[in-house]
């Protein structure tokens, strides 16, 4: 009898062998002859090497089918197992509206015209502009397009930014260390990723810094190679601030900058880097501008409303 040892290392036991083992049980049932023992993060199966070997094989599946649409059931096991409809399930994402298989199986989908635009956008610019209202599904499209493209494994890295208070300034009154401090200000992202990838998957890749959370002020002096950046709340930036964002274009990267013109916060005497962005860049090659609308809001009916009565006042 041999004896093989498989460590998860891209999920959590708990998602993979299901709550008091509830998965394992039923992969136990497809593999009769061989002895199948959870430890930690870890299977030790015993059996005929040949045996051991299709184990391993299918297993591999189940975990590749749950990285993928970010969950794993009971229910999923047999039609994974299964050789007759394998193939039909891993295909499943073949939906060409369908970015990303989220968290307990959510589909998470460009629902709009002007979403499906920045997704083809995307895909044949390396830098793209949405520009539109609040509710628009600006950052969570492209989030979504963000963590599509490292589970594809077209990038190593996603780095996601926003302009945030001076530290010197407001933040300095604000409990906590510098993370506690700049955190208020990224929740929007971590919200839109905590849709997108499980909970320990998430943490573990902000852990190994393939995804990086940061203020617009980190970003100077680096160079971003093999990443998929997004610039969040890009009205808020000056000229020289979303300048020095976009020279940070490394090799194989995809950057996206969001923005809603209309809610700029910056000193009255003071340009928008997103505004002036549109008269200089508009008619380069490799750069997309979206224009995304009210048509567009996916919030509450009444955020639609409430825009226009704001945009008529």
Known sequence: MSEKIISLESAHPLDIFGANDQNLEVVRNYFPKIKIVSRDNMLKVYGDENDLADFEEKFTTLIRFHEKFGRLTKNDIPMILDPGTNGNIMGAEGNADVLVHGKNGLLIRARTANQRKMVESCLKNDLVFAIGPAGT?????????????????????????????????????????????????????????????????????????????????????????????????????????????????????????????????????????????????????????????????????????????????
Do not use: C, W
């Open 137 to 313: 599904g600006k950052t969570y499209t492209a989030v979504a397009l963000a963590v599509r493209a490292l589970k594809n494994k077209e990038i190593q890295r996603i780095i996601l930014t926003r302009p945030a208070v001076e530290a010197g300034e407001n933040l300095g009154f604000l409990p906590g260390d510098l993370k506690e401090k700049l955190d208020p200000y990224m929740q929007p992202l971590y919200d839109a990723l905590g849709d997108m990838l499980p909970t320990q998957k998430l943490l573990q890749y902000i852990e190994e810094r393939i995804i990086e959370i940061a203020p617009l002020a980190f970003m100077r002096g680096r160079t971003l190679n093999n990443a998929f950046a997004i610039l969040d709340e890009a009205q808020n930036t000056t000229p020289s601030q979303l300048k020095m964002f976009l020279t940070r274009m490394g090799s194989s990267s995809k950057f996206i900058v969001t923005g809603d013109i209309t809610q700029i916060d910056l000193p009255k005497n003071q340009v928008s880097g997103l505004v002036h962005s549109q008269a200089i860049l508009n008619n380069i090659p490799g750069i997309d501008f979206v224009y995304l609308d009210k048509s567009d809001i996916i919030r509450h009916k009444l955020v639609s409303r409430i825009i226009t009565a704001y945009s008529n006042e």
